[in-house]
């Protein structure tokens, strides 16, 4: 990714999200200096002595918040079909069993992305990256997950890189080729996650397309014991894991993944305290959902205020996906994540900066605003950072900063 010529953000009111009180704060206009993609200083005031080369670009904020880039830290963005017949007969009461048998349901969002060539996937996919760009998101993860064979997985994870070459972008891919049982392997997923294993897994680390592992441990997916044989062959071939964990029930999915320092632990609807307290021995972040709990009317709220007391982190996603979270909106998740499971908004606002950057292994180097971080930046037309929560459907984003280059302004995209 092309680094920009050094720059001189001025007039900035920044919110920097590191950690303790003071990172939701705002400061006085201030300037921020970036050199090679990184943000070198930090400067009070609202000018700056220019010292430096004649080149150095300077972006006048006027006075409007500046934030980190928000991280989009779990989406299923690469798929093609829509499930919006389904979406409607579930809301005339049509069970989700019978709307499978008619050829609905994952799979049929399987066989339309099996159908799908790699540009097509690429193509169908712009509009939903465009919708979380025009939010404020400058890094994205991508799951694969519809294409349950080898090829497909590949050409997933191909499609979700190629959207770097098209928009500015981060994008990281994970490998969720656990995500269902493909029909080739009806009543044989022991078979089937052998083939994750001893195939995918394999070939996806040999063509270095993915970083890290995800697999849907539930009644519905797979089970405890088929999660830790992926989660085993991921470790050994140097990927890190993450898991779909207690959204339906408490398998002790969570559990697992932190045992095996899992970068993430997501949905946790059903997770119980013993979980959480393996999270707490851990490093691994506790990432919500509240897109897919809302689409699916659900009323077990993942268990909050025990979080907060053992001080994990909490990640907040849009789970962008065609079946359970049709949502390209990353601010309308914060506002779903206070709304709903009762954040504040400096707690959703972390989770999408700050803790979305440990849910993607970046804590260290994304998610705040300090020296030496990457200068991925977003300025918006707001006066208080708890208004990125508040409205919904207006345009706050004044432009964004990726890796050290002012984009184009969201709307333009």
């Known amino acids: 990714m092309d680094k920009g010529s050094p720059l001189k953000l001025i007039n900035a009111r920044i919110v920097s999200m590191i950690s303790g009180d003071d990172g939701y704060a705002l400061s006085q206009p201030s300037c921020i200096h970036i050199q090679d993609g990184k943000i070198h200083s930090i400067q009070a005031g609202s000018q700056f002595e220019n010292n430096s080369a004649d080149d150095v670009e300077v972006y006048d904020c006027q006075g409007n918040l500046v934030t980190p880039g928000l991280i989009d830290c779990h989406t299923h963005l690469i798929y093609a079909g829509s499930r919006a017949q389904e979406f409607e007969k579930r809301l005339k009461g049509v069970p989700y069993q019978e709307i499978a048998k008619q050829g609905g349901g994952i799979l049929s969002t399987v ?24 939010s404020g998101v400058t890094s994205v993860e991508i799951k694969s997950g519809y294409g ?64 890290s592992v995800d697999v849907f441990c539930e009644s519905i997916g797979f ?110 998740m914060m506002n779903m994540a206070c709304t709903l499971f009762g954040l504040t908004p400096e707690e959703a606002l972390r989770g999408v900066t700050q803790h979305a950057a440990k849910a993607l292994g970046e804590g260290d180097s994304r998610g705040q605003i300090k020296s030496d971080f990457d200068a991925d930046l977003v300025v918006w037309n707001v006066s208080h950072p708890a208004e990125l929560s508040y409205a919904q459907g207006i345009n706050k984003v004044e432009a964004r900063v990726l890796n050290g280059k002012v984009c184009s302004p969201a709307a333009n995209v």
């Open 111 to 134: 066989a339309a992305t099996r159908s799908a060539c790699e540009d097509e996937l690429v193509e169908l996919a712009l509009p939903r990256l465009d919708g979380l760009i025009r």
């Open 148 to 211: 349950l064979t080898l090829d497909d997985e590949i050409k997933m994870l191909k499609a979700a890189h190629q959207l770097e070459q098209y928009r500015d972008i981060r994008v990281t891919t994970t490998l969720l080729a656990a995500h269902a049982l493909p029909p080739e392997f009806a009543g044989k997923p022991n078979q089937y996650i052998d083939y994750v294993c001893d195939v995918i897994i394999p070939k996806v680390v040999e063509l270095e397309l993915a970083t």
């Open 223 to 332: 089970d405890i014991e088929q999660t830790e044989r992926v989660f085993q062959a991921a470790t050994n071939h140097g990927l890190k894991v993450k898991g779909h964990t207690e959204q339906l029930s408490n398998l002790d999915g969570t559990a697992l993944t932190a045992r095996y320092n899992g970068l993430s632990a997501d949905h946790i609807e059903y997770l119980n305290e013993e979980g959480i307290k393996a999270l707490a021995d851990s490093e691994t972040v506790a990432t919500l959902l509240p897109g897919a709990f809302y689409f699916l009317k659900e009323t077990k709220k993942p268990p909050i205020e025990l979080l907060r007391h053992y001080k994990i982190p909490m990640a907040v996603a849009s789970d962008l996906n065609p079946g359970t979270s049709p949502f390209a909106d990353l601010t309308m």
